[in-house]
């Protein structure tokens, strides 16, 4: 009966440490992951809407989404947002922002974590595009003749 008694053992010892494994991966915590947050919107512009007053309509739609990721979770370290401006059927971005948690708390503007298209003025019908200058001989201009010169410093006469 001892071998009994010995498997029986063995077989409670083997439970007791696989219980004991479990009640350690359940009371140890999880790490809290970082996450940034990414949002791209769109954002059509009203007929007698200027280019102007369609960025200013962006930079607070960015900067209030931005915001509200902030105070929403406190998990969220980044967040990114691209505002792309609709207007006449063409769509275009019109700024991207990409601001961290402390950057924003440092300096909670907008404007400060933007990067605007310059394009999109363009792009979106709000500008004529400009025309090329024609102040010089442009189509004679050859790149790799005027950086080669007929005298080098170890060219050998």
Do not use: C
């Not at 979770?73 to 063409?90: D, F, K, L, Q, Y």
């Not at 948690?101 to 503007?109: D, F, I, L, Y």
């Not at 024609?134 to 050998?156: H, I, K, L, Q, W």
């Amino acid at each position: 009966m001892s071998i009994r008694h010995g498997k029986i053992l063995g077989a409670f010892s083997l439970i007791g440490s696989l219980g004991a494994l479990v009640t350690l991966s359940i009371a140890t915590p999880t790490p809290a992951w970082a996450s940034p947050r990414q949002i791209q919107l769109l954002l059509n512009s009203q007929g007698s809407q200027n280019f102007e007053a369609l960025i200013r309509q962006a930079e607070s739609v960015a900067g209030n989404y931005i915001q509200q990721a902030f105070v929403e979770s406190p998990s969220v370290t980044e967040v990114s947002a691209t505002i792309v401006g609709e207007h006449n059927g063409a769509a275009v971005p019109l700024l991207s922002a990409n601001v961290s948690r402390s950057n924003w708390q440092a300096r909670p503007t907008v404007q400060a974590w933007t990067r605007y298209f310059p394009s999109a003025e363009v792009l979106l019908g709000f500008a004529p595009p400009q025309q090329p200058s024609s102040t010089g001989p442009s189509a004679s201009f050859d790149p790799v003749a005027a950086s080669m010169s007929d005298r080098e410093t170890n060219f050998y006469e």
